[in-house]
């Protein structure tokens, strides 16, 4: 049977041949093609392996390449340096002789980014490690449509993500570069953990009623620092382009603080002060009876 980081390791590497063509590393395509990215002789070539041994790597049964073989496969491959380590962790959890326990407890979020959470004033999040949203502040509320009032098991950024009945934005032009940071993000997550239970619910979920995920999630594109620009459609104020960050957490590797800021001066500035002001008069209504 094959293991879960040796079968996400082959599937990796699958991906990321297939993107290749032969010109992109100085190979003559030759005659007619059965395959659109490089064949496996060909990226066993260039990074100096057997057709068999890489083969095998593919196939989720070579389990223990070497540091060396990862660093001439990432150069084949042309890999960034986020793929480059996705592909390093992957290959040494698979090294691993047998399965290495992995602690699964509740994910925590500490009194103090609460209360930090509760000062900002621009919108902000706490996220899991697979996209959960564990805390949010009021205006990330108005923003996201009032998170609170749903089931807490869906509270996922991808998840909502791909809900029709609550983002009618796919039109937007960043949908998709949104959708494929988020997806990123869960696929750094899965290489410590594959078969993580909220993982496998998560992307279970999404590959069934959606060929959209199916198609980004089969890239196998990893994130580890993430910003990117978000329109929101918020009908009190207008379209809001918001830029957004990633902090990582003080202690274990996990959540993640994602923060939504305008540009000082800008009209999305305006906005999104004026939706602040919105928000404040409706959690804390003008008494009419006073002088």
Same mark, same amino acid.
């Given at each position: 049977?094959?293991?879960?980081?040796?079968?996400?390791?082959?599937?990796?590497?699958?991906?990321?041949?297939?993107?290749?063509?032969?010109?992109?590393?100085?190979?003559?395509?030759?005659?007619?093609?059965?395959?659109?990215?490089?064949?496996?002789?060909?990226?066993?070539?260039?990074? &100096?392996?057997?057709?068999?041994?890489?083969?095998?790597?593919?196939?989720?049964?070579?389990?223990?390449?070497?540091?060396?073989?990862?660093?001439?496969?990432?150069?084949?491959?042309?890999?960034?340096?986020?793929?480059?380590?996705?592909?390093?962790?992957?290959?040494?959890?698979?090294?691993?002789?047998?399965?290495?326990?992995?602690?699964?407890?509740?994910? *925590?979020?500490?009194?103090?980014?609460?209360?930090?959470?509760?000062?900002?004033?621009?919108?902000?999040?706490?996220?899991?490690?697979?996209?959960?949203?564990?805390?949010?502040?009021?205006?990330?509320?108005?923003?996201? #449509?009032?998170? &609170?009032?749903?089931?807490?098991?869906?509270?996922?950024?991808?998840?909502?993500?791909?809900?029709?009945?609550?983002?009618?934005?796919?039109?937007?032009?960043?949908?998709?570069?949104?959708?494929?940071?988020?997806?990123?993000?869960?696929?750094?997550?899965?290489?410590?953990?594959?078969?993580?239970?909220?993982?496998?619910?998560?992307? #279970?979920?999404?590959?069934?009623?959606?060929?959209?995920?199916?198609?980004?999630?089969? *890239?196998?594109?990893?994130?580890?620092?993430?910003?990117?620009?978000?329109?929101?459609?918020?009908?009190?104020?207008?379209?809001?382009?918001?830029?957004?960050?990633?902090?990582?957490?003080?202690?274990?590797?996990?959540?993640?603080?994602?923060?939504?800021?305008?540009?000082?001066?800008?009209?999305?500035?305006?906005?999104?002060?004026?939706?602040?002001?919105? *928000?404040a008069t409706r959690a804390h209504p003008v008494d009419r009876h006073r002088p």
């Amino acid at each position: 049977m094959t293991r879960p980081h040796a079968r996400e390791l082959g599937d990796f590497l699958r991906a990321r041949r297939g993107r290749l063509r032969p010109r992109d590393v100085g190979l003559e395509p030759g005659g007619r093609r059965k395959v659109t990215g490089l064949r496996r002789e060909e990226l066993a070539l260039l990074a &100096g392996l057997s057709t068999d041994y890489y083969q095998r790597m593919e196939q989720g049964r070579e389990t223990r390449p070497s540091d060396t073989v990862l660093d001439a496969l990432a150069d084949a491959l042309v890999l960034d340096e986020a793929e480059r380590r996705h592909l390093f962790t992957l290959a040494r959890a698979a090294r691993r002789p047998a399965p290495t326990r992995v602690a699964r407890g509740p994910e *925590r979020v500490p009194e103090n980014t609460r209360r930090l959470l509760r000062v900002m004033n621009t919108p902000a999040v706490v996220l899991g490690r697979h996209l959960d949203l564990l805390a949010w502040n009021p205006l990330a509320e108005a923003l996201l #449509g009032g998170p &609170g009032d749903r089931p807490a098991d869906r509270l996922n950024m991808l998840l909502l993500l791909f809900d029709d009945t609550l983002t009618g934005g796919r039109g937007c032009p960043d949908w998709e570069r949104q959708a494929l940071d988020y997806i990123g993000m869960l696929r750094s997550a899965v290489a410590t953990d594959p078969s993580h239970p909220r993982a496998t619910a998560v992307v #279970g979920e999404l590959s069934i009623r959606s060929a959209e995920f199916r198609r980004l999630w089969a *890239r196998h594109d990893v994130r580890s620092s993430v910003s990117g620009t978000k329109t929101f459609r918020v009908p009190e104020v207008g379209d809001l382009v918001l830029d957004w960050d990633t902090y990582p957490l003080p202690g274990a590797p996990g959540p993640v603080m994602l923060v939504w800021t305008a540009a000082p001066g800008s009209a999305d500035a305006d906005r999104l002060q004026l939706l602040a002001a919105l *928000r404040a008069t409706r959690a804390h209504p003008v008494d009419r009876h006073r002088p």
